[in-house]
């Protein structure tokens, strides 16, 4: 059961902000300024009320109720993966692509598009329905990343993105993915990143019933997808990340009156309360882990 209350959130952005001023980011004056708010958020009555309480809710019990929004814009994660994705697919000939998590079929589309011959597989029967509807010419199959239906030495390409985070460990699926891969195939893997992860939250769901609860999410470390990956013979062809975008302005003051939104927005609707601190905690994180990998002939 995780807790989840505003004003603890917005100390720990304060508390990373202060631990940038320990490593000598920032001066004496930012310092102070933060101790400031620090007493300020303590004393705020709207930060006074209870937290939420929210269970656990695995993948597929989540992904029902996220997939009805999933593919509305905003999702600040799919611009830096895609344009991973696509620079790479782009160079590559068409030919038999699986598309594991596809989700509501992002890049089972734009495989399609490019000539490959596309599998989707997806553990979330709603999100298949999205990506059949999307791309009615590919082929799906609702199965977990751990088994997936297909033969192998099968594929020239895999894409997983955005998804290993919610397994608690990488090396299943990695042997899958090296599994159905011909020799001399591409796997390309994105993830939200560990340091990202860290400070925002897992994905927030609601019940039928409205009751809160949380995805699971796990922070792998670049090191985890390298010895799941390296042994299977998935030698790395590229590995980046991309990072936080600053704003570019000054960060302003706390505003006046403070508002910290709806759970189902938590912790986004947060990060205006403290400007400073959140430019400070969130600056140049990384976001992404993108990886390109190629199995050995």
């Known amino acids: 059961m995780a807790y989840q209350h505003p004003l603890q959130y917005l100390l720990g952005l304060e508390g990373v902000a202060l631990l940038r001023v320990f490593g000598g980011d920032f001066d004496r004056e930012f310092a102070e300024a933060r101790v400031a708010e620090i007493r300020r958020l303590l004393a705020e009555p709207a930060l006074g009320a209870a937290g939420t309480d929210a269970p656990p809710v695995d993948t597929v019990d989540g992904y029902r109720v996220w997939s009805r929004t999933y593919d509305e814009p905003g999702n600040g994660l799919f611009p830096p993966e895609e344009a991973f994705v696509h620079g790479i697919v782009g160079t590559l000939p068409p030919g038999i692509a699986v598309d594991v998590a596809c989700g509501t079929g992002r890049h089972t589309a734009y495989l399609a598009s490019l000539g490959h011959r596309v599998t989707g597989v997806d553990s979330s029967p709603e999100m298949l329905a999205l990506a059949r509807a999307k791309v009615p010419q590919a082929e799906f199959h609702q199965a977990d990343l751990h ?11 895999v894409t997983c993105a955005l998804a290993l985070a919610h397994l608690p460990d990488l090396k299943a699926p990695f042997a899958e993915f090296a599994r159905i891969l011909r020799p001399g195939g591409h796997l390309l893997v994105t993830d939200i990143h560990h340091e990202l992860a860290a400070l925002s939250a897992p994905v927030r769901v609601r019940s039928g019933d409205g009751e809160p ?5 796990y922070r792998h470390r670049p090191t985890d997808y390298l010895r799941a990956a390296l042994p299977l013979g998935l030698r790395v062809r590229a590995g ?8 570019g302005d000054e960060p302003g003051p706390m505003p006046d009156t403070i508002e910290t939104g709806a759970w189902d927005h938590w912790p986004w609707s947060l990060l205006g309360i403290t400007p400073a601190a959140t430019a400070a905690a969130f600056g140049g994180t990384p976001t992404v882990m993108l990886w390109h990998f190629q199995k050995a002939d």
């Open 147 to 157: 088994d997936l239906p297909l033969p192998g030495d099968h594929a020239d390409l």
């Open 213 to 217: 609860g949380l995805i699971r999410t």
């Open 240 to 247: 980046e990340e991309s990072r936080w975008a600053d704003g």
